[in-house]
């Protein structure tokens, strides 16, 4: 069993607690170390059965890291809901859970950071080097979506080919947090009104024109009950 810590500029707590876990909880099989992070996988384990948290409330993308680690079955302490109450990640790892097909998605360390943050190495500690753009690249495929991972509004959402496009987009999204997502050619995109989990609605929407569009026969009754069960 292991315990992770998250934390910034802090010289005496980080190696006292992890100290004192590991003489604690060696008989018992219990370990401490640092967490390090390069980027997170939808789905992927944390390899953590408790993570404590000192430091994401400065850190958009440990926020989402650590959200995603409560779903896959860590503990972390602090509650790392009370800040946001959804993001796009977060969502599709839920939709992933419940069994709703969702593009592979990464959330992304960010390329920066607001000019009033305390941009020093021990804010960052938990940020592993380098980052890995073909090994994710291969994650997700090729082509790719770059985009925030919360927000909307179509802003900041790049389609890159390669690993070169991806670094020249993700070095331009500063302070954003951004997700790598697969790309998904599709023959039909609808949205779904939905009141009260009861009645819900796809409507087509084109995406190109940003505008919806009244075609009642546009999906079979096999794929709009589908697609009403997944908005449910």
């Known amino acids: 069993m292991k315990v992770g810590l998250l934390c910034g500029r802090e010289y005496a707590f980080p190696p006292a607690f992890i100290e004192r876990v590991n003489d604690v909880g ?25 993570i404590v948290d000192r430091i ?18 860590t503990y972390v302490i602090n509650n790392p809901f009370w800040w946001t109450a959804d993001d796009k990640f ?23 950071y607001p000019k009033e943050f305390d941009l020093t190495s021990e804010s960052l500690r938990n940020l592993g080097y380098p980052i890995d753009w073909e ?3 291969d994650y997700v495929g090729r082509p790719a979506i770059l985009k925030p991972y919360s927000g909307g509004g179509w802003k900041h959402v790049y389609k890159v ?14 302070p954003y947090c951004m997700t790598l997502q697969q790309f998904v050619d599709f023959t039909q995109y609808v949205r779904c ?33 589908r697609i009403v069960r997944d908005a449910q």
């Open 26 to 50: 060696r008989p018992l099989g219990i370990s401490a170390d640092m967490v390090t992070l390069t980027g997170t996988k939808m789905g992927e384990p944390s390899g953590y059965a408790v």
């Open 56 to 73: 994401s409330h400065e850190v958009e993308y440990y926020r989402a890291y650590l959200k995603h680690a409560v779903l896959q079955g």
């Open 90 to 112: 977060f969502n599709y790892s839920v939709m992933e859970k419940l069994g709703v097909a969702v593009p592979k998605t990464i959330v992304l360390p960010q390329k920066a």
């Open 135 to 137: 090994g994710l690249l």
């Open 161 to 174: 080919h390669d690993a070169a496009e991806l670094i020249a987009a993700y070095d331009g999204t500063a």
């Open 193 to 225: 009104f939905t009141f009260g989990k009861t009645d819900i609605v796809p409507v087509v929407y084109d995406p190109h024109q940003r505008r919806y569009l009244v075609e009642h026969e546009y999906l079979s009754a096999e794929l709009g009950a």
